[in-house]
């Protein structure tokens, strides 16, 4: 139960930082709109983002999977640390995914479909 609260309480503190559009980036909620977008996008091979996805994907399976590489009971605070960095990681590829695909979209968004004509 303690794990879950400690996860919790990075969650919230990661939430109301990105909230505020930290940095002049786009807010959280702009973000997480885009995570669907990104993915369907990813999925019909428009967008690159297929390996960082899966990464992705796996870092979460990770941190919300009973097991862990290091378990926390007989190596306190070590086995938290993992927890931690993965949390960390992850938070840090989504802030740089979704700015990336928010980027791509607008940039995309201009482009006007078609062919050249000589």
Known sequence: MG???KRSAAFTALARALAAGARGGPSLGTRLAALPRMIRATTKGEYDGGLRLAL???????????IDLL?????????LADDAVMITWLAGSVLSETDRF????????????GRLVP
Do not use: D, N, Q
């Open 3 to 5: 794990k879950t609260l």
């Open 56 to 66: 992705m994907t796996a870092a979460t399976a990770y941190i919300v999977s009973p």
């Open 71 to 79: 378990p926390e009971i007989p190596l306190a605070i070590f086995g």
């Open 102 to 113: 928010l980027e791509w979209e607008a940039r995309r968004s201009s482009v006007i479909p």
